[in-house]
């Protein structure tokens, strides 16, 4: 255990160093600063970093979004006002690092991602990924399901990828669940995208989108109808399956989150993510991830805090459902 990371008594999690005595920009370099997993007797949920960005069609870089969102997260402070919650005081929550992984041969880098997931879901109940580029949420769906059966999916993204194959390639950051459908792993009736906008190839590309299965949320929907509609019908598709939040970095408006590989004008704002998320809380969430941070390509840290920021919800939203 981190000599500087505390806990509020015997037998309680142990959280950061206290921010009044090791100042926030101080400390480990940890998410949020919490202590590291293997520092720990044991943990309710993981923070795992997948620096990964070799399935990139358009800029890269998200191979250094862990890091960042680690970097991000420092500012990051203990009470949720919004849910009433602090996360570290009901949790355990434990930073694992990085799973590293071949940068060179996508399949191979796909499969030691699944390995490296389903052995620390032996160890934690829920695991939070910072990416990497959004190829890694085949593996690590396939070690949620491995765990929990069919899994609900709640992908929050400008875009679809459920794309087939990109330059003859089937595991790409535009394909990962068209092949999570095809492997049976996705409740697809209960799942659905969010946040979708601007242009696609064809209009074929959402045509096959809804022949697979998946309903969307769209970033105009959003706009026109409010985040609560957003709330209700993702709800009403999910019902009380097991999810998988998968959140990229794009879904927000460049304007949010300029450091991404794809970016899209028109799209969320931050504030707009998280009022969806807190409308989620309740929901059966098994495993996140945020994706698609390219720090290269970020100012002033603003993608990195809002990945950091996105990923202190989904730990709030824990911490709520279990208090
Ligand atoms: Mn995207
Ligand atoms: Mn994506």
């Given at each position: ?10 037998g309680?999690p ?9 100042p ?11 202590p590291?997993?293997?520092?720990v007797?044991?943990a309710?949920?993981?923070i795992?970093g ?16 862990p890091?960042?969102i ?12 919004a ?15 990085d ?14 991602l699944?390995v490296a ?7 934690v ?14 593996p ?12 609900s999916l ?5 875009h ?7 330059f003859g ?6 394909t990962?669940f ?15 995208h ?5 242009y ?7 045509s ?5 299965g998946?309903?969307?949320v769209s ?10 509609d ?19 970095i ?10 991404t590989?794809t970016?899209e ?16 809380v309740g929901?059966n ?8 941070v390219?720090?290269?390509y970020?100012?002033?840290?603003l993608?990195?805090m ?18």
């Amino acid at each position: 255990m981190s000599d500087e990371s505390r806990s509020a008594g015997p037998g309680l999690p142990i959280g950061p160093p206290d921010a009044t005595r090791v100042p926030r920009y101080a400390g480990p370099d940890t998410f949020a600063r919490l202590p590291r997993l293997q520092d720990v007797s044991r943990a309710d949920v993981a923070i795992l970093g997948v620096p990964f960005d070799s399935g990139v069609s358009y800029r890269p870089g998200a191979r250094f979004g862990p890091q960042a969102i680690r970097a991000g997260s420092k500012l990051l402070r203990s009470y949720h006002p919004a849910l009433d919650v602090e996360p570290w005081k009901v949790l355990q929550l434990a930073d694992a690092g990085d799973v590293a992984v071949n940068p060179f041969d996508i399949e191979e880098a796909v499969a030691e991602l699944q390995v490296a997931a389903t052995a620390l879901y032996e160890q934690v109940a829920k695991i939070v990924t910072i990416g990497g580029d959004h190829t890694i949420a085949l593996p690590l769906l396939r070690a949620a399901y491995a765990q929990h059966g069919p899994i609900s999916l709640v992908h929050f993204d400008a875009h679809l990828d459920t794309w087939d194959s990109y330059f003859g390639a089937r595991y790409t950051h535009g394909t990962p669940f068209r092949r999570a459908a095809e492997e049976g792993i996705l409740a697809l009736d209960s799942s659905a995208h969010v946040g979708i906008r601007n242009y696609v190839y064809s209009p074929h590309d959402f045509s096959e989108d809804r022949r697979l299965g998946f309903a969307i949320v769209s970033t105009l929907d959003i706009a026109r109808r409010g985040v609560d509609d957003a709330i209700d019908r993702v709800r009403d598709r999910v019902g009380e399956h097991p999810v998988y939040v998968s959140i990229d970095i794009d879904v927000l408006d460049p304007a949010h989150a300029p450091g991404t590989g794809t970016p899209e004008p028109g799209g969320l704002t931050t504030r707009e993510l998280q009022l969806i998320l807190h409308g989620l809380v309740g929901l059966n969430i098994v495993g996140a991830d945020i994706v698609e941070v390219s720090p290269a390509y970020d100012h002033a840290e603003l993608t990195s805090m809002a990945g950091a920021v996105a990923a202190f919800e989904l730990l709030a939203m824990f911490a709520k459902a279990a208090s």
